[in-house]
């Protein structure tokens, strides 16, 4: 005998629900919908790509059931306009993902066992920093292909191993930067600054204080309040910064991974003033922006760079120049700048060094054909960060035209 019970109850279940639904309130409607969309946008917050594309959706869907229920034509124009925006801005979240890079580029890590087991930790100065002693292999992928596969160490003093420097040397070269400067993408002995140490035949302690996603806001806060250049063992004659137009953003807190990260700003008299962090780690105003930067639209707004950006940049670069020199008397401060051909933003910063008379050495005269045909200095067509080629070429010319002795 067949069981009929199962399929009564739904159609029951259901029948009770859409009378319910239909003699409900339209404000016990909304209410139910609202309560079920809120908890739908924080599950998409944590786990969903385009999350906000979602959320437009999902409010979307509670204020056409309120159009649908409410009497009162002024709720329902009311209703019909906010889902009308939200249809709109949803839109457009949805192209700025849609216009992405078709490739998803994926990375793998492991690590030494013994060691540490994470790429990165938090840093109480600098927001966070690479563990000391590690040691890891790192491969990252464009979909399927295969970019890069290589391995680096982390010395003691938290910095990339250089395996050319001279530890009982006296004299030091100090590099600072941000990817460009650590090497992603290539291994210790290919990195800028072991390249530098071989052409300058192992003659100089070489330190690279460079990590991935730094900026000259981490060199000025190191230079002036960390302990590995406070401490230092050696006496620098040559200090490096390695620049790229992207570090302005980061300079002005204008990226997604701006939190505990050192904040300088400009004073009414120009001066270069430490604030502490951009957000406090762990606070409920950093926990709410790392949410709101999800949002493609928000970021496109907040994160548009100024002049006043530009100008704090300078200022920075300059004042890591002016300690430099008081600190390390004889040392020279040079700026290595990765220019970029019709480029405003690259245009103002190479104006703003020059200015401040700063020794600024331009990739585009480093790198022969940089301008015309860059791909032959990239890791790959997907990543732009240099070579071993380009760092070799780059290290030739420090050698030649700036490491005279």
Known sequence: MRDTGTPLLRRTLGAFLASAFASASPWIVGLVAAVLAGLASLLSLKFWAAPYVWICVFWLVVCLLLAIRVERSAWRVLALTIAGSLFVAGGFELALYLGQPGRAVRSELSFEEGGPQHRTEAHDLLGRAPPKGLRARWRRYSGDRLMFDVSYRINGLGLRHVPSSR????????????????????????????VVGLRTGRRFRILNF???????????????????????????????????RHHVHR????????Y????????????????????RRGSLAAQVRKQVVKSRIVTRVLHRVTDQDIALTVAVVDQARNFVERRFPGATFHVIFWDKRDSALSDKLVAGYQARGLRLHRISNILPGYREADLRYRLDPDDRHPNALAYNLIADYIGRAIIAD
């Open 167 to 194: 530890s009982t040397a006296d004299r030091c070269i100090l590099f600072f930067g941000g990817s460009f400067t650590f090497g992603d993408g290539v291994n210790d002995q290919e990195t800028l600054a072991n």
């Open 210 to 244: 460079g990590y991935s996603a730094y900026g000259p806001h981490q060199m000025l806060a190191m230079l002036e309040r960390g302990e590995t250049v406070q401490d230092l063992a050696c006496r620098p004659i040559y200090v490096f910064y390695h620049g790229v």
């Open 251 to 258: 300079v002005a807190g204008k990226v997604s991974w701006a």
């Open 260 to 279: 505990h990260e050192p904040r300088y700003v400009l004073n009414d008299a120009g001066e270069v003033v430490y604030q502490g962090p951009f957000w």
